[in-house]
């Protein structure tokens, strides 16, 4: 997650962009002139369709994107460039042919039921100097990109020779290009880093019915032998991803509940080609494909995923694995930032930790008791060092931070190098700040800043100093005899 954020992929998105167009209405009448119904229009309202939701899962993922496509001289065009412009998209490089029409998908919904579409589109192939225009337009761009997607929805921009021609150029440049695929034959395709077909897809393509593991493995290296992949790639719905390599190997989802899968293909094309770009192996880039579309089926529409809800997912799935949740200052401080923004109450403590005991224990599961996520801030060695004498801490800051983190308690460990917990305690912004009871009466560092101090009793005769003193006592004892 850190690559990608760091990263922020630039990448060109080539397909078929569309307008879907929505007219939401009421229908309790049936019309005098005919047995149909009545609808009362209530609200429309348009957004981005096709290559379309590639790119809005691409600006959810934070990353620059260029679109290539062709458009109509008419109304629609401009409709779908001012869509482009909200979101931040460059659409300098679409090109408008005047003899077509821009793709526009109308929807009357009823009482929640979609009634009837209509479509207003070209689906005839572009013209060969339109296909020359955009490819001129690539070339000359190709050397800032750092993925090149193509979304094809079969209306007629991704030619068969237009299509060769992005792949030959992007292999050229060492450019990785990702493929929707469409239709039966995909020959077009040939030479692409990969191709993201549906099990369905797949095996109309491959002529293989896919119905067990072994026909599922027989169609995806066809598929990846017959198209000259670098990695064969085949989506499971909620079963996950297969890939094909030297191996076959199946990444499985984990899916909180599945509302709506619209749009789940787009998200997958999407983080596929920005994980790849952002230097993950085939495999970390098709667990996080398999985040972001499991984030997206859990909504209802073409939606998005952004990292935070996918990192915030993945600390879910996580929340048994306590190195997810150490975390550094630049991380936590998104964190908490994502958390406030949810509503989610703060709590957060600071200390050395070093010999973990029961006391410890207690004290963390009644802080977390005072809000929803406890972040606590773990003196470094050095730190410990300063405070407690030269020959502390006994267990390392790594040790310490993981055995923190594996109590159910504690959603996150930060460690910290100054002598105080202020500086983190600013970027963390808690709500309750919670320090052991001995502080009563005085001064704590952070109080300024959370909206409330709560004191904890400790349990009475556990401490590390005591249970350092006791090995010492017991190892003296011994040595004595």
Not at 279 to 298: P, R, S, W, Y
Not at 366 to 386: C, M, P, Q
Not at 422 to 438: A, F, N, R
Request: proline share 2%; charged share 25%; glycine share 6%.
């Amino acid at each position: 997650m850190d690559k990608i954020r760091a990263k922020r992929s630039k990448i060109a998105v080539i397909g078929d962009l569309m307008i879907d167009h929505y007219i939401w209405g009421k229908c309790d009448r049936i019309s005098p002139e005919a047995p149909v119904q009545v609808v009362e229009i209530s609200e429309e309202n348009s957004v981005l369709g096709g290559a379309g939701n590639v790119i809005n899962n691409l600006k959810a993922l934070e990353c620059e994107v260029s679109v290539y496509t062709v458009l109509g001289d008419d109304k629609n065009a401009d409709e779908t460039q001012k869509l482009l412009e909200e979101i931040g998209t460059d659409f300098h490089t679409i090109i408008q042919q005047k003899d077509r029409t821009t793709t526009k998908k109308s929807r009357v919904i009823a009482s929640n039921q979609q009634i009837i579409r209509f479509d207003d589109e070209t689906k005839e192939d572009i013209s060969l100097s339109s296909q020359v225009e955009l490819l001129t337009k690539l070339s000359e761009n190709i050397f800032s990109y750092d993925a090149i997607l193509l979304s094809d929805y079969g209306k007629g921009v991704l030619t068969t020779n237009f299509t060769k021609d992005i792949i030959a150029l992007a292999l050229a440049h060492n450019k990785p290009v990702l493929v929707d695929p469409k239709g039966l034959d995909y020959s077009k395709y040939k030479g692409a880093t990969l191709l993201t077909p549906n099990k369905k897809e797949a095996s109309l393509a491959a002529s293989i019915e896919i119905n067990d593991h072994d026909a599922l493995k027989a169609a995806g290296f066809k598929l990846k032998n017959e198209l000259d992949l670098q990695y064969g790639i085949i989506t499971l719905s909620e079963d996950g991803i297969a890939i094909f390599e030297e191996e076959m190997q199946v990444i499985p989802t984990v899916a909180r509940e599945v509302y709506d899968v619209t749009g789940a293909g787009d998200t997958v094309l999407a983080s596929l080609g920005v994980a790849l770009s952002s230097g993950l192996d085939i495999t970390q880039a098709c667990e996080f494909a398999n985040k972001a579309a499991a984030v997206v089926v859990a909504k209802v529409g073409s939606a998005t995923a952004t990292l935070n809800e996918i990192e915030e997912y993945e600390h879910s799935l996580n929340k048994g694995q306590a190195e997810s949740k150490i975390k550094d200052f630049t991380q936590i401080e998104r964190i908490a930032k994502r958390l406030r923004a949810q509503g989610r109450k703060l709590i957060f403590t600071n200390g050395c930790f070093d010999i973990l005991h029961v006391g410890h224990v207690k004290y963390l599961e009644e802080a977390k008791s005072y809000g929803d996520a406890l972040i606590l801030g773990l003196n470094s060695d050095a730190s410990v060092s300063r405070l407690k004498g030269p020959t502390r801490p006994v267990n390392s800051e790594d040790d310490r931070a993981y055995i923190l983190a594996s109590l159910e308690a504690v959603d996150y460990v930060v460690k910290f190098y100054d002598d105080t917990p202020y500086e983190l305690i600013k970027t963390v912004q808690p709500h309750v700040l919670v320090k052991g009871g001995d502080y009563e009466g005085k001064n704590v560092v952070g109080q300024d800043i959370a909206d409330e101090l709560r004191l904890v009793n400790f349990v009475e005769g556990k401490s590390t100093t005591k249970t350092i003193k006791k090995i010492k006592d017991i190892h003296e004892n011994n040595h004595c005899q």
